[in-house]
């Protein structure tokens, strides 16, 4: 179950005004398995394992869910919403609290969970071991108006280390090639000529982030 913050009354809808089945949807503890038993190798079929251990198997392209609230009724279930959010053919409402989801949301499913932005966008989530991090609270995460030398800061694989002060930093890229940064200098070994190449990005979010020590030399932690 998501932590509950007693202080959590805000502003912003309360999560409780959602419909109940989104509310489940959300915040129930269910796993949902994409390639496994039933639903191996079939893209549309997933299967929902839900609190009580029971299992049902959603079909997302005939709409469909095994279970008796979907079956009997006219509705969509609880484990045909969730599958919804957890493969991003849904974006969770930008209002919806982070921390009331399902702790293991998106655990297991090759995931591109969506919120809605708060300004219509749509941002993307990320997962750390299967946790998933608060776009706001996120430097990685990529969002709709980001420009492309950001987006590609922030996704592509790069290793940064800090090379010497005043803000020296080495940047492996993906491709292999290693290039030096002066986040002070504001300048990069790369051949792109654009006024902040992706890697000085980089090597900003991961200073902002504490992942690398700051232009002094100083660790993160240290004042
Ligand atoms: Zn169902
Ligand atoms: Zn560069």
């Given at each position: 179950m998501a932590t509950q913050n007693p202080s959590a009354t805000t502003d912003r809808p309360e999560i409780s005004d959602l419909p109940d089945r989104t509310e489940a949807a959300l915040m129930e503890v269910m796993s949902v398995l994409d390639d496994i038993g039933l639903a191996r190798g079939a893209p549309d079929l997933y299967l929902v394992v839900s609190s009580s251990g029971a299992t049902y198997l959603v079909d997302t392209l005939?709409?469909?869910?095994?279970?008796?609230?979907?079956?009997?009724?006219?509705?969509?279930?609880?484990?045909?919403?969730?599958?919804?959010?957890?493969?991003?053919?849904r974006p969770i409402p930008g209002w919806v609290k982070r921390r009331k989801l399902d702790d293991g949301f998106g655990e297991h499913v090759d995931s591109e969970v969506r919120f809605s932005a708060t300004d219509g966008g749509v941002a993307q989530a990320r997962f750390d071991d299967g946790e998933l991090t608060d776009?706001?609270?996120?430097?990685?995460?990529?969002?709709?108006?980001?420009?492309?030398?950001t987006k590609r800061?922030?996704?592509?694989?790069?290793?940064?280390?800090?090379?010497?002060?005043?803000?020296?930093?080495?940047?492996?890229?993906?491709?292999?090639?290693?290039?030096?940064?002066?986040?002070?200098?504001?300048?990069?070994s790369c051949p792109d000529i654009a006024e902040r190449c992706k890697h000085l990005r980089r090597v900003d979010i991961e200073i902002r982030d504490g992942l690398v020590p700051r232009?002094?030399?100083?660790?993160?932690?240290?004042?």
């Open positions: 005939e709409e469909t869910c095994e279970c008796p609230d979907d079956e009997h009724r006219e509705v969509t279930c609880k484990h045909r919403r969730r599958v919804a959010f957890v493969t991003g053919e776009p706001e609270d996120d430097p990685f995460a990529v969002h709709s108006d980001d420009e492309d030398r800061a922030k996704r592509e694989d790069m290793d940064i280390s800090f090379l010497e002060k005043p803000g020296r930093y080495e940047v492996h890229s993906a491709s292999g090639s290693v290039y030096e940064a002066d986040v002070l200098a504001e300048s990069c232009p002094d030399g100083r660790l993160p932690d240290a004042n």
